[in-house]
């Protein structure tokens, strides 16, 4: 063999060893940042958002007929709940005449209808909801329009009776308003043209913001 050919080959070697000594190099740093990510990530518990409450009831199904004087009626309400309960249920509540009470102190006239929602998570989507106004007999005039007011909340405000129900936070609170019209008789005349509902003119919200009412 040359001196030439003995000389490429110490140069081959040479790289082989350049290269293994890189391998190596590289399976050791490797090996290193494995073992900083070793263990289980840490997470948090998703923190309570407001309930966010769309209605699902349409104004058209509103429009009924006044029942006999001895008869009974249940009106549904269907609403759709968008929330981060953090293990809390979400309170839904019928208000009648929301922001208009004639009870001092009271910013509704009374309350006809409540669910609780079970706990759940944004990750849930939208949850349907139904709470439902019970009520017995007529009223003797042609039609009656009455305001109600879902409010969804995860707590009410404690110390004001049990009759009371205002969210123990005004900013943990949604609300949603429909006007049921009941009329002695169903035909053109009996339309939301009747409902010019009163406002009061310094109404009191539960010192929460309400938005426009669903006609």
Not at 15 to 33: E, H, K, P, W
Not at 36 to 63: F, K, M, N, S
Request: glycine share 10%.
């Amino acid at each position: 063999m040359s001196l030439l050919e003995r000389r490429g080959l110490l140069q081959v070697g040479h790289i082989l060893d350049v290269a293994r000594s890189s391998l190596s190099l590289g399976i050791i740093m490797f090996g290193g940042s494995a073992c900083i990510v070793l263990g289980d990530p840490q997470y948090r518990d998703p923190e309570q958002t407001a309930p966010r409450v769309t209605p699902l009831t349409r104004p058209e199904e509103l429009i009924l007929a006044t029942p006999e004087p001895d008869g009974n009626w249940i009106v549904p309400f269907r609403v759709a709940v968008e929330s981060e309960d953090a293990g809390e249920s979400v309170q839904l509540i019928l208000l009648r005449n929301f922001g208009g009470g004639s009870i001092p102190g009271f910013p509704y006239e009374d309350t006809v209808g409540n669910v609780s929602l079970d706990p759940g998570s944004l990750r849930d989507g939208k949850r349907v909801a139904t709470v439902a106004w019970f009520d017995t007999g007529g009223t003797g005039f042609d039609y009656d329009c009455a305001r109600i007011t879902l409010l969804a909340t995860h707590a009410f405000r404690e110390g004001d009776g049990p009759d009371f129900h205002c969210p123990a936070d005004p900013d943990d609170a949604d609300t949603v308003t429909w006007v049921v019209l009941r009329c002695r008789s169903l035909d053109e005349a009996c339309s939301y043209d009747l409902c010019a509902a009163a406002i009061p003119d310094e109404p009191n919200y539960c010192d929460i913001p309400v938005e426009g009412e669903e006609t």
